[in-house]
């Protein structure tokens, strides 16, 4: 990756952002799970692509492999097991996660917003000084402490999402 400048952002950078973040809304506000579930497939494509680009190629083949295949798998082969609801039903839930989650895109876009105006203050390190700087341990910990911070989040909202599933599939 020598004389590629790792902060500039090209516009194929710019469109996996807007398809993850478009995939990732799919996945929240599908009216049937069935919709989510490719949603979530398609999110965790598009993350493993990203993964690629930053030059690591384990956690994307990992992403690809695991949840990009086996979990949606998992997901679908759990939906075919359920039963599907009738037209007004589905309508009543459509309209109910309607009214539960409207701020969700407004509070998308404040959050890439500030995310914007704050990246350039942070001091994270690229991801190519970062790798060499050492070991998994230095990288993680010193230097790379605000993607943990990132995947924490991440891992709170697939257990918040599984409780959702959970619930739905109890009450139905």
């Known amino acids: 990756m020598e004389g590629i400048n790792p902060d ?3 516009s194929l950078d710019i469109i996996l952002v807007i398809g993850l973040v478009l995939a990732a809304l799919v996945t929240v506000m599908a009216a049937r ?7 979530l497939a398609v999110a965790s ?7 690629f680009r930053l030059n690591a190629p384990l ?3 990992f992403e690809l ?7 949606p798998v998992i997901f679908i082969s759990v939906i075919g097991l359920t ?3 009738d037209t007004e039903a589905l309508t009543v839930r459509r309209h109910a996660k309607w009214r539960r989650f409207w701020p969700l ?9 500030v995310l914007l105006v704050v990246r350039p203050v942070m001091d994270v390190p690229p991801p190519v000084a970062a790798a060499a700087a050492g070991g998994v341990r230095e990288v993680l910990w010193n230097l790379r402490h605000i993607d943990l911070i990132g995947q924490i989040v991440i891992l709170l909202v697939s257990a918040f999402g599984v409780v959702i599933l959970v619930k739905e599939t ?3």
């Open 8 to 10: 500039a952002m090209t």
């Open 33 to 39: 799970v069935l919709r989510s579930a490719i949603g």
């Open 45 to 51: 494509l598009v993350v493993s692509i990203m993964m």
């Open 59 to 61: 956690a994307a083949v």
């Open 65 to 71: 492999s695991v949840c990009a295949g086996l979990i």
């Open 83 to 85: 039963r599907r609801l």
């Open 105 to 113: 895109p407004v509070l998308v876009l404040v959050v890439c917003g």
């Open 170 to 172: 109890n009450r139905g």
